[in-house]
């Protein structure tokens, strides 16, 4: 069984500072890796992917891939009150599937 | 229309009766995903298409689950004898075709939520 495992929070930030979102995966394999938001209410939106180990920068979002140690995260800096939704991690199954774990609320307090 | 589209929003029926809902991906994607996803869970996959034909529908619960894309585009997820156990978010995605790693992306509908009483 693949899994994707995440912590399901909630995670309470000050407004303005370094959220971390962490996510591991079972499948060795895998080489594709998703972060989706999804708003109470509404469909996952695409925040960031990532395919090589290290660091991958877009704005206020880095996504993290080691895939020795088979996690993946998700740091959101100078964190803003919109950002309090749920972070989804999804990993890319082998017939282009995606495996999500069950996801983090954040919650960014003013 | 710019992203993918599902129809309806919201749907309530019997237990017992017979559904169908509606993805409409976005125009040229030639891969196309239904998910569904249940409070406080992350989506779960049913069945995936590459132009007209399942590609892998392992996903699939069960045999009252059933979905076509008769023309590559248009899918139709039908679910016959519903149960409450059905009742979720059903969500459609689409992406580019398979072949390089940028068109991985899946691009999801608004979800209809389907309530079985």
């Known amino acids: 069984q693949k899994e994707v495992e995440q912590n399901s929070g909630p995670l309470s930030v000050p407004e303005g500072a370094i959220a971390s979102l962490n996510c591991t995966y079972s499948d060795r394999g895998s080489q594709s890796f998703f972060w989706y938001r999804q708003y109470s209410g509404k469909s996952p939106e695409l925040i960031m992917f990532?395919?090589s180990n290290g660091d991958k920068e877009d704005g206020r979002f880095t996504a993290q891939l080691n895939k020795a140690s088979q996690y993946v995260s998700l740091l959101i800096r100078d964190s803003q009150p919109s950002d309090s939704a749920t972070y989804l991690c999804a990993v890319m199954g082998s017939n282009y599937q995606l495996i999500w774990g069950a996801g983090t609320k954040l919650i960014i307090k003013p | 229309g710019a992203g993918v589209s599902q129809t309806p929003s919201n749907k309530v029926t019997e237990k017992g009766k017979y559904v169908e809902l509606r993805c409409d991906p976005i125009?040229?994607?030639?891969?196309l995903y239904w998910y569904r996803q249940s409070l406080g869970q992350g989506p779960e996959f049913l069945i995936y298409?590459?132009?007209?034909?399942?590609?892998?529908d392992s996903g699939l619960p069960n045999d009252r689950f059933f979905a076509v894309r008769p023309e590559g585009s248009v899918s139709t997820l039908k679910i016959q004898r519903t149960e409450r156990g059905d009742s979720a978010v059903y969500l459609c995605?689409?992406?580019?075709?398979?072949?390089?790693?940028?068109?991985?992306?899946?691009?999801f509908g608004p979800g209809t939520r389907l309530t079985v009483l």
């Open positions: 990532i395919y």
């Open positions: 995605a689409s992406s580019a075709p398979a072949g390089g790693r940028s068109t991985d992306t899946q691009y």
């Open positions: 298409f590459q132009g007209t034909g399942a590609a892998d």
């Open positions: 125009s040229g994607h030639t891969a």
